[in-house]
Nanobody, 125 residues
Framework: QVQLVESGGGLVQAGDSLRLSCAAS????????MAWFRQAPGKERQFVAA????????YYSDYVKGRFTVSRDSTKNTVYLQMNSLKPEDTAIYYC??????????????????WGQGTQVTVSS
């Protein structure tokens, strides 16, 4: 089994920064993609960013491109989401997800079998 544990959420003001972390443990895939999704109250879960573990290819939604950066530390089996210039509309629960090799793009949440418990990010105006 795979366990994902997120940390780093909190309450910040618009324009501030936060860094989320997601540590993976257990039988993680050698070739994998780790992604961040978010879900605001009353809204569907939304893709944020993803990183392909082996070649460090990164993907971003248009909502966060240029403001967020996804990265990974292979020695710690951890993925990070650096969030800059935060906006109130970034307020959501942020979830980390992991999947093995897959033929579809990384933005489809149904393709991820493993999920963390989520961490709340609240951005005040």
């Amino acid at each position: 089994q795979v366990q994902l544990v997120e940390s780093g959420g909190g309450l910040v003001q618009a324009g501030d920064s936060l860094r989320l972390s997601c540590a993976a443990s257990g039988r993680t895939f050698g070739t994998k993609t780790m992604a961040w999704f978010r879900q605001a109250p009353g809204k569907e879960r939304q893709f944020v960013a993803a990183i392909r573990w082996n070649d460090i290819m990164t993907y971003y939604s248009d909502y966060v491109k240029g403001r967020f950066t996804v990265s990974r530390d292979s020695t710690k089996n951890t993925v990070y989401l650096q969030m800059n210039s935060l906006k109130p509309e970034d307020t959501a629960i942020y979830y980390c997800a992991l999947r093995g090799p897959h033929f579809t793009g990384p933005e489809f949440d149904s393709t991820y079998p493993y999920w963390g418990q989520g961490t709340q990010v609240t951005v005040s105006s």
